[in-house]
């Protein structure tokens, strides 16, 4: 077998994994394979180009080693040290882009979540389980609802929690999430039922397996990543998009994402750079140097639009009073278009508080962009403080602060 014969089956290899991940994913007999053949490919064309000798494919094996070292190793040095530099600012971005190439999410994670036909997805009830990622290792745990709260919160709670990510506790354990700080300043009983990716559409569906007849405050927390599920099922319920054959497939997806295989980091460094050159080549010559990336802007009251008629829903079930804030692209503050379609129109008893001014970049993770256990505690004190500050529940331990949520 000629060198050119091995390096042609070492390509093989290498480019099944980086551009037919799909098939790999939906055949489960061959899906434990995906893992193998980008080292293997990688390690045939070392040593096609090496000539068969030892000495040199040494040689390349340590350079890519070395590559592949720098390359993981800076991801560990912001995850572990909550900064960047030394690091360019543009590397930095950079790996910020990939993460979703190497990131876990609760979601598809099979030990923690399982298919829900009217649902698409929910936390497995009843179950202890590890979350993790580069930034974080923390404790899920579950009650009978399959949301991450203890059994006794589904009885008699005083504030019912809804929202997505940032609101269940994307890398912060049970307690310091914003509603566990309610819990240990106001002493009442917080249930808590935000699960990822959930758009109000699905906050709404899912509170209405939940006993209200105890509640006297409800908090939604909204993201911008809300409005296209909200608008789908403004009129009509849609249908989910996904059944379980497709959420078995997103599972093996997200096994790939937080799975670990050798010269992953290289990898990825590839795929980046294929990809790149592809829509460089089918770009007009005018957008050849894109726009810094701002904030995603809704036209008017899109956002408000598609999520006000869920308060009236909620409103048919829960009549006391709302609070709404919104965390999601950082310092962009939707809850200033709902003041401001409010005003048009104006609703009973819904308040919302601006918390994006208790943030700075030191309240989220370096890479990922959820806020850390510094901003869930900012934000669970604000809260509270503003809680008591309206009076809503019927009894207090702690004194009121003087602090008011920026609005």
């Given at each position: 077998?000629?060198?050119?014969?091995?390096?042609?089956?070492?390509?093989?290899?290498?480019?099944?994994?980086?551009?037919?991940?799909?098939?790999?994913?939906?055949?489960?007999?061959?899906?434990?394979?995906?893992?193998?053949?980008?080292?293997?490919?990688?390690?045939i064309?070392?040593?096609?180009?090496?000539?068969?000798?030892?000495?040199?494919?040494?040689?390349?094996?340590?350079v890519?080693?070395?590559?592949?070292?720098?390359?993981?190793?800076?991801?560990?040095?912001?995850?572990?040290?909550?900064?960047?530099?030394?690091?360019?600012?543009?590397?930095?971005?950079?790996?910020?882009?990939?993460?979703?190439?190497?990131?876990?999410?609760?979601?598809f994670?099979?030990?923690?979540s399982?298919?829900?036909?009217?649902?698409?997805?929910?936390f497995?009830?009843?179950?202890?389980?590890r979350?993790?990622?580069p930034e974080f290792?923390?404790?899920?745990?579950?009650?009978?609802?399959g949301?991450?709260?203890?059994?006794?919160?589904?009885?008699?709670p005083?504030?019912?929690?809804?929202?997505?990510s940032?609101?269940?506790?994307?890398?912060v354990?049970?307690?310091?999430?914003?509603?566990?700080?309610?819990e240990?300043?106001?002493?009442?009983?917080?249930?808590?039922?935000?699960?990822?990716?959930?758009g109000?559409?699905r906050?709404?569906?899912?509170l209405?397996?939940?006993?209200?007849?105890?509640?006297?405050?409800?908090?939604?927390?909204?993201?911008?990543?809300?409005?296209?599920?909200?608008?789908?099922?403004?009129?009509?319920?849609?249908n989910?998009?996904?059944?379980?054959?497709?959420?078995?497939a997103?599972?093996?997806?997200n096994?790939?994402?937080?799975?670990?295989?050798p010269f992953?980091?290289?990898?990825?460094?590839?795929?980046?750079?294929?990809?790149?050159?592809?829509?460089s080549?089918?770009?007009?010559?005018?957008?050849?140097s894109?726009?810094?990336?701002?904030?995603?802007?809704?036209?008017n009251?899109?956002?408000?639009?598609?999520?006000?008629?869920?308060?009236?829903?909620?409103?048919?079930?829960?009549?006391?009073?709302?609070?709404?804030?919104?965390?999601?692209?950082?310092?962009?503050p939707?809850?200033?278009?709902?003041?401001?379609?409010?005003?048009?129109?104006?609703?009973?008893?819904?308040?919302?508080?601006?918390?994006?001014?208790?943030?700075?970049?030191?309240?989220?993770?370096?890479?990922?962009?959820?806020?850390?256990?510094?901003?869930?505690?900012?934000?669970?004190?604000?809260?509270a403080?503003?809680?008591q500050?309206?009076?809503?529940?019927?009894s207090?331990e702690?004194?009121?602060?003087?602090?008011?949520?920026?609005?």
């Amino acid at each position: 077998m000629t060198n050119t014969i091995r390096f042609l089956i070492g390509l093989l290899l290498l480019c099944l994994p980086l551009f037919r991940q799909d098939f790999f994913v939906a055949h489960a007999t061959i899906f434990p394979l995906y893992f193998f053949l980008f080292p293997i490919g990688l390690i045939i064309i070392l040593w096609s180009i090496s000539g068969r000798r030892f000495f040199r494919l040494g040689v390349w094996l340590g350079v890519f080693i070395f590559i592949e070292v720098a390359l993981v190793g800076s991801v560990v040095y912001m995850a572990h040290y909550q900064r960047y530099t030394p690091l360019t600012d543009s590397y930095y971005y950079w790996v910020r882009g990939q993460y979703g190439y190497f990131k876990n999410t609760t979601n598809f994670d099979s030990n923690l979540s399982r298919y829900d036909s009217s649902l698409t997805y929910r936390f497995r009830p009843g179950i202890t389980g590890r979350f993790t990622n580069p930034e974080f290792d923390v404790e899920i745990k579950t009650n009978s609802l399959g949301v991450r709260d203890d059994e006794a919160s589904l009885q008699q709670p005083s504030i019912v929690v809804l929202g997505d990510s940032h609101a269940m506790g994307w890398g912060v354990e049970h307690q310091e999430r914003f509603s566990g700080v309610l819990e240990n300043r106001l002493h009442v009983k917080v249930l808590n039922t935000a699960i990822t990716s959930y758009g109000t559409h699905r906050e709404t569906k899912l509170l209405d397996q939940v006993d209200l007849d105890s509640c006297q405050l409800l908090i939604i927390q909204y993201c911008e990543n809300d409005l296209e599920e909200n608008k789908a099922n403004l009129i009509e319920a849609q249908n989910i998009g996904m059944d379980n054959v497709a959420f078995k497939a997103a599972e093996k997806q997200n096994t790939i994402n937080k799975t670990y295989f050798p010269f992953k980091g290289i990898f990825l460094a590839l795929r980046w750079l294929i990809t790149t050159g592809i829509k460089s080549a089918f770009q007009p010559a005018s957008q050849a140097s894109p726009s810094p990336v701002v904030a995603p802007q809704a036209t008017n009251f899109d956002h408000a639009e598609a999520f006000f008629p869920y308060l009236s829903r909620v409103r048919e079930r829960y009549e006391g009073p709302i609070i709404v804030f919104d965390l999601g692209v950082y310092n962009y503050p939707i809850v200033k278009e709902f003041q401001a379609y409010q005003a048009l129109h104006p609703t009973d008893n819904i308040h919302f508080v601006n918390v994006h001014p208790l943030l700075t970049q030191r309240e989220y993770f370096t890479i990922d962009d959820h806020i850390n256990a510094r901003g869930h505690a900012k934000i669970g004190k604000t809260l509270a403080d503003f809680i008591q500050k309206m009076g809503w529940l019927k009894s207090y331990e702690v004194p009121i602060s003087d602090v008011v949520p920026g609005r």
